[in-house]
């Protein structure tokens, strides 16, 4: 199977079928030296990472190939990228405007650079043929981040807040937020939860959290308020149309990108 047969299912998946800005088979016209080296990495991604870290390696990928070819077409492998390629492709990032029309967030445009600069640094390692003579991403590259917001609540903001969702009509963003809350799961996570993720073990109630970062599914103790609550949200559902605990008011199962529910909203 060629570079670009192999490399087409990600770009593929990736857009979820809509119509792609680029294609790697307009780069590959360009520089099929350097989408072979791209796809072969990929291969090896797809190994040990988690679906949506290939997803994000593939999209960062191909949006550098485009621009670092199309901005030098006698540029056609990735051992011939230099210094002056990367600072084009940051000046083109800070151009670059999103779907909503605005600039790329700070994050999007540091993460874009790491995921290049980490795709250097392993064909290096593994000692790619085509691989860069050195790495020329530096850390002095990145854009500083804006102020981070506060991660936490204090204790009486939390305490007034904990107050305000007790009396919350809505029970699934209830739950929702309750999970989140007493168990230290991630947002992901707490989507990923399957229908019959609570489950009796010894004395008590336990949720099965699907395999996160660590790998490896775990098991943490609920509750007995938390277990009510799963109960009353269950009866209130009905039947799990998605295989979810959780769902949108469709049956679809939530993901990252939908959000929690806020409070009063």
């Known amino acids: 199977m060629n570079a670009l047969a192999r490399i087409q299912p990600l770009e593929v998946r990736r857009r979820g079928g809509g119509t792609p800005e680029v294609t790697w088979a307009e780069i590959s016209s360009r520089a099929p030296v350097m989408v072979a080296t791209m796809a072969s990495y990929l291969d090896q991604l797809e190994v040990s990472a988690r679906p949506g870290t290939v997803a994000d390696a593939e999209l960062a990928l191909r949006f550098f190939a485009h621009q670092v070819t199309e901005a030098d077409p006698t540029c056609v492998s990735v051992a011939a990228i230099g210094r002056p390629h990367i600072e084009r492709f940051k000046r083109w990032l800070v151009a670059r405007r999103g779907n909503t029309g605005k600039p790329l967030a700070t994050m999007t445009i540091r993460h874009r650079l790491s995921t290049v600069r980490t795709f250097f640094e392993r064909i290096m390692e593994w000692d790619y043929e085509d691989a860069p003579a050195r790495l020329f991403i530096y850390m002095s590259d990145f854009p500083a981040l804006d102020e981070p917001l506060p991660k936490f609540l204090d204790d009486p903001t939390a305490a007034k807040f904990m107050v305000a969702l007790a009396e919350d009509p809505n029970l699934r963003r209830r739950l929702m937020v309750e999970l989140l809350a007493r168990t230290g799961m991630r947002v992901g996570e707490l989507a990923g939860l399957e229908d019959d993720a609570m489950i009796h073990k010894g004395d008590g109630h336990r ?45 679809r199962p939530f993901d990252r990108g939908t959000g929690i529910p806020c409070l009063g909203a």
């Open 207 to 251: 949720l099965r959290i699907p395999i996160g970062k660590l790998h490896n599914d775990r098991h943490v103790p609920l509750h007995p308020m938390l277990v009510d609550l799963i109960g009353e949200y269950r009866a209130m559902r009905g039947p799990s149309r998605s295989g979810h605990l959780l769902e949108r008011d469709d049956g």
